[in-house]
């Protein structure tokens, strides 16, 4: 039995339709409590903001974000009881809003991208004492995932070797965090960062539309180590709602915008390593959904070649966050 709802953050390593040849396995962070990959950071920001005197009670916390930081900070302050104010783009999906709203949140939306929500968020902390967290340059954010995110994935893959980590890059703390986890393990794991190709700003090129939700915020985060990286490879917003449907109607698995650019990149990666090790596509089976929940002996799915390249990826949020942008239909 869990003693809060705070304790149940962790999710799931689910292994996906994947290139031949090779093993690409995805966190499912939808199964945290607020639904994203950012209830890790939100509890570990609030709770080294506690431990440092930063925040009180009768505090108000005050966050700029894309959503899912938000949502998961207006989870972790109804269940500590602090009041938050939330500075979100008018352009992010409304459903992003209502939830944030049903956990409590005053909301203040501005118009244009992460950046001018900053602006706004550093206006209130300096005007009406509101306690700002940081997400993009508090060292709380990669170290909450190097503590959980990559400690799990160390736990799922057992005795596995991880050739690739690919993941999405908004904050960089995701990536900074896990990659700096599995790489004291597999110090030769590639570290392969996504972002937009409307807004490339790690691959040379200038900011642009902030159309993907979550992913490429338009400037290179403080949170992010660059040194960590391997490679970055880009993604259109077309290509990843693609993949989204594709996830949704052929695997079962609801993922937002985020989730399945990260997962195109993925696929790339290990078709590469999959080409470099020539491995028999014999021994990498799918997955297997043959769960037999009504039989007393299940029978076990079928092993896994340890030749077969294994990439792991994130999915940040569930797609259930995008049905009003019709990425669905």
């Not at 390593?13 to 607020?34: F, I, T, Y």
């Not at 959503?67 to 008018?90: E, F, Q």
Request: aromatic share 4%.
């Amino acid at each position: 039995m869990k003693r809060g709802i705070l304790d149940t953050i962790g999710s799931p390593l689910v292994q996906l339709e994947s290139p031949p040849g090779s093993v690409v396995v995805a966190k499912l962070e939808s199964k945290n409590p607020g639904g994203s990959a950012k209830d890790r950071p939100a509890l570990a920001m609030v709770e080294a903001a506690e431990a440092a005197g930063d925040l009180e009670p009768g505090d108000r916390i005050v966050e700029p974000t894309s959503g899912n930081t938000g949502i998961g900070l207006s989870v972790v302050a109804a269940a500590k009881g602090y009041d938050i104010t939330v500075v979100m783009p008018a352009s992010k999906s409304p459903e992003r809003r209502q939830l944030m709203a049903a956990y409590g949140a005053d909301l203040e939306l501005v118009e244009g991208t992460i950046s001018d929500a900053k602006v706004r968020a550093d206006e209130l902390e300096a005007e009406a004492g509101m306690v700002q967290l940081g997400q993009f340059e508090n060292p709380a954010n990669p170290e909450a995932h190097y503590r959980t995110t990559g400690a799990e994935i160390l736990e799922q893959v057992g005795e596995r070797r991880i050739d690739a980590l690919v993941a999405g890059i908004g904050t960089g703390g995701t990536i900074t965090g896990t990659a700096r986890r599995l790489l004291e393990a597999y110090p030769d794991m590639a570290v392969v960062g996504v972002e937009p190709e409307t807004n490339a700003v790690l691959s040379g090129g200038a900011p642009g539309d902030d159309d993907f939700q979550g992913m490429g915020p338009g400037f290179v985060s403080p949170n992010l180590d660059r040194e960590l990286l391997t490679d970055v490879e880009t993604v259109g917003v077309e290509a990843a709602e693609a993949e989204c449907r594709r996830l949704a109607r052929e695997e079962g698995i609801l993922a937002g915008q985020s989730s399945g650019g990260s997962l195109v990149a993925a696929k790339r990666v290990a078709r590469r390593l999959a080409a470099a090790r020539d491995v028999d596509p014999e021994q990498c089976p799918g997955p297997d959904n043959d769960i037999g929940i009504l039989e007393d002996d299940p029978a076990d799915p079928a092993s896994i070649g340890g030749d077969c390249p294994l990439v792991v990826t994130v999915f940040w949020d569930s797609g259930e966050r995008y049905m009003s942008t019709g990425m669905f239909e």
